[in-house]
């Protein structure tokens, strides 16, 4: 990392990177720690009579292919209705606006907010150059 941040850019992504990476942390926590919890919600609820909410590790298979918005089979009931549909339903459209929205757009904020203070800490560095240089003329 030290290497690339002799050029200007590459001291931008990498300096972001470094920044972000303590917030990252515990923002991944966090997102595995909603996910277990869908998990263990939708094993509880769903196991019995669902293939792909069979054990905690489908369950949890389910959800990470879930927030890449591969949504179960007829979750919404259009081709199979059963008496678990509606929570299914409910299910699905809690876990979409709390994983897939909330939590990317935590994520989103995170290297947002990193890349902000690199680019001023980088604005800063050469707007001092530049001063330095103007001087020393």
């Given at each position: 990392?030290?290497?690339?941040?002799?050029?200007?850019?590459?001291?931008?992504?990498?300096?972001?990177?470094?920044?972000?990476?303590?917030d990252?942390?515990?923002?991944?926590?966090?997102?595995?720690l909603?996910?277990?919890?869908f998990?263990?919600?939708?094993?509880?609820r769903?196991?019995?009579?669902?293939?792909?909410?069979?054990?905690?590790?489908?369950?949890?298979?389910?959800?990470f292919?879930?927030?890449?918005?591969?949504?179960?089979?007829?979750?919404?009931?259009?081709?199979?209705?059963?008496?678990?549909?509606?929570?299914?339903m409910?299910?699905?459209?809690?876990?979409?606006?709390?994983?897939?929205l909330?939590?990317?757009?935590?994520?989103?904020?995170?290297?947002?907010?990193?890349y902000?203070?690199?680019?001023?800490?980088?604005?800063?560095?050469?707007?001092?150059?530049l001063?330095?240089?103007?001087?020393?003329?």
């Open positions: 990392i030290m290497c690339t941040a002799l050029h200007p850019r590459l001291a931008l992504l990498t300096g972001t990177i470094v920044k972000a990476l303590d990252l942390f515990h923002a991944t926590l966090l997102i595995i909603l996910m277990g919890s998990a263990g919600i939708a094993t509880w769903f196991g019995t009579i669902r293939e792909d909410f069979s054990s905690l590790g489908t369950s949890f298979l389910t959800n292919m879930m927030m890449f918005g591969n949504f179960p089979d007829d979750w919404t009931g259009q081709e199979f209705w059963t008496p678990l549909t509606p929570e299914l409910v299910y699905t459209i809690l876990y979409f606006l709390v994983v897939f909330l939590m990317q757009n935590f994520l989103l904020a995170i290297v947002v907010e990193a902000m203070a690199v680019a001023e800490e980088n604005h800063l560095l050469e707007t001092g150059a001063c330095q240089d103007l001087l020393l003329r």
